[in-house]
């Protein structure tokens, strides 16, 4: 049996990160004894664009909320802006802290300046496994509980207004919600349901009462439901 020694971690919030996140932070810091400190920030130069970093000489992780912010990966999946930042937040710090756990194990790694692609495919599947388990129980943040993101947020939504009505209404209603992805384009997105009875089956599901929720009545699923129908590796971090 392994024992965890829990230890503090220092955590550097230059923005204003989302409690829910900062909390994920200590709690997946403090079983690592290569993790020191967290930094939330945001448009940082040296990470050119990727969503987070760790350094291993400093035992640091650094998550970039602002490639978070603009990063809209997820939302190719019929997943929502909203959610798709908050995934990003979540998954690129679970994704931070696997490679921290992976030079626990493997101290020599600290002497690769890029690590093997077997690590970041592993730091991707822990991740993804993660985000997944959080999914279960978790429910996605407010916009004002996401502080600095939401901030981002609500002026991106702002100006995509003019030309897209619609599309941001329709993430206002949902917010809050248990509401994660448009069913609909989710079940398109994705090579999962083989044609259109199977996406029938879906929103019949939805219908019923036995998955996802609806919403001013239109159909969504869940977080959880969502991540696991569309997952599939899209990192961009180190
Ligand atoms: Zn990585």
Redesign the pocket.
Known sequence: MKVIQEKNVHIIDNKGAPPELVRLAQEAGSKCSTIDVVVFDAFIDKLKGNLGC?DPVIKTVIIDMGACVTNTAWMKKGILYIPNVWFNLVFSLF??VA?AFQLEEEPTLIEFNE?PEE??EE??KIAEDSLIEWAKEGTIPRLSELNWAGDRIKSTLNKLYAQSPQTVLEELTVEGTKAAANALHASLSTDRYADEQERGQLLKSIDDGDIGTIVEGKKYLTAYEAINTTQEGH?E??
């Open positions: 760790f994704h931070e490679h690590l690590f970041e730091a991707n990192y971090g180190h």
